[in-house]
């Protein structure tokens, strides 16, 4: 009941003001949200150039790797790769080594298109918490005006009507 009376005997002329420095303190939400914001975008702009170096490398070698894949098997005792002449179990070997290193970076490939994936995910979420915020601002905003306003049209009304029960200087006269 004390917190009850408390509350009410607050002038609403405070309470709207109180209203408004609580809104205003919404920037700081506000700015924290566009920090983090701006920095995923920057690490999803680093981590999709890395994934596009990466798989265009992993392209070259591919090719590469099918092409002296394509040499061993149609020679006889050496193989050419590139200017170098080697022989077909030691071409072997270095092919395997090729594959295998391939194939780690492939996996890499995998893992970072995923981290990418879910930084996305993350960033598309700030920038939808960002807007909701926005708008709940704004709508908080209106809401307060909408009081003010009918705070305003209470006093009119009861400057205009006939009893007075307020604490005025009007109504005491």
């Known amino acids: 009941n004390a917190r009850k009376r408390a509350e009410d005997s607050i002038p609403p002329e405070k309470e709207i003001v109180r209203l408004r420095s609580e809104i205003k ?39 590469l790797l099918t092409a002296r ?26 092919l395997q080594e090729g594959v295998n290193r391939y194939t780690a970076a492939q996996k890499s490939l995998e893992s970072m298109e995923q981290t990418l994936a879910q930084r996305m995910k993350n960033r ?6 960002l807007e909701t915020l926005k708008d709940q601002k704004e709508a908080l905003k209106v809401a307060v005006d909408g009081m003010e306003a009918e705070l305003n049209t209470l006093k009119l009304q009861q400057m205009e009507s006939k009893f007075q029960t307020d604490d005025t200087r009007l109504a005491k006269i």
Do not use: C, P, S, Y
């Open 25 to 63: 303190l919404l920037d700081k939400d506000i700015l924290k949200i566009v920090e983090q914001l701006a920095r995923e975008r920057v690490e999803v702009n680093q981590l999709e150039a890395q994934v596009r170096d990466l798989a265009a490398r992993q392209d070259k070698d591919k090719a």
């Open 124 to 129: 598309d979420i700030l920038e939808k918490q």
């Open 69 to 94: 894949a394509e040499a061993i098997k149609n020679a006889t005792e050496f193989v050419m790769f590139g200017n170098r002449k080697v022989r077909i179990d030691a071409a072997k070997v270095e």
